[in-house]
């Protein structure tokens, strides 16, 4: 089932809300693990606000 475009802008506005909280948990981690961690966990992210953006320009 296709999302609908209301559902996609709060699926976008959750994952740019996500995306500080994860850049300020990577600044108060130490270590190159927990850093590594936080950057694949950002990436995953911003990979994941891509596609919603993507899939609500189709919308469109």
């Known amino acids: ?3 609908t475009l209301e559902e996609l ?5 959750l994952a740019r809300a996500n ?3 994860l850049a300020e948990q990577a600044a ?3 270590g190159a693990a927990s850093e590594a961690l936080s ?5 995953e992210q911003e990979a ?6 993507k899939e609500r ?3 469109l």
């Open 19 to 21: 995306l500080p909280e």
């Open 1 to 3: 089932m296709a999302a």
């Open 9 to 13: 802008d709060e699926r976008i506005a």
């Open 39 to 43: 950057q694949e966990r950002i990436a």
């Open 57 to 59: 320009e189709a919308l």
């Open 28 to 30: 108060a981690f130490s």
């Open 48 to 53: 994941a606000l891509a596609a919603l953006l």
